[in-house]
């Protein structure tokens, strides 16, 4: 059974950073992408970021580049989003999600159908 379990998420002050961890079970991610979506309070969810499991494959949306990194531990099974300087407007639940890369590439990776398998979502509070 695949499973995908979000943590690290908690109340910050703006500015602050959290990391947020998925660890990854189940099955061999070797040709998947892991994503990163999240949902604000009364918002659709969106991307976020994206990451071949063990590729050179890397997305993020442009409001978080250059503060947020997707990173990935293979001897732990788990991939990781460093959030910083974070902001109000990040405030959200932040899930991850797994999609075979070959389906999910070409700029497809911010379509949420074509991940296969989803955590349960981790709360991130950013308060000013």
């Known amino acids: 059974q695949v499973q995908l379990v979000e943590s690290g998420g908690g109340l910050v002050q703006a500015g602050g950073s959290l990391r947020l961890s998925c660890a990854a079970s189940g099955r061999t991610f070797n040709s998947y992408a892991m994503g990163w979506f999240r949902q604000a309070p009364?918002?659709?969810?969106?991307?976020?970021?994206?990451?071949?499991?063990?590729?050179?494959?890397?997305?993020?949306?442009?409001?978080?580049?250059?503060?947020?990194?997707?990173?990935?531990?293979?001897?732990?099974?788990?991939?990781?989003?460093?959030?910083?300087?974070?902001k109000t407007e990040n405030t959200a639940v932040y899930y991850c999600a797994a999609g075979r890369l070959s389906r999910v590439a070409g700029n497809r990776h911010r379509l949420e159908n074509l991940y296969e398998y989803w955590g349960q979502g981790t709360q991130v509070t950013v308060s000013s």
């Open 42 to 86: 009364g918002k659709e969810r969106e991307f976020v970021a994206a990451r071949g499991w063990s590729t050179s494959y890397r997305y993020y949306v442009d409001s978080v580049k250059g503060r947020f990194t997707n990173s990935r531990d293979a001897a732990k099974n788990t991939v990781y989003l460093e959030t910083n300087s974070l």
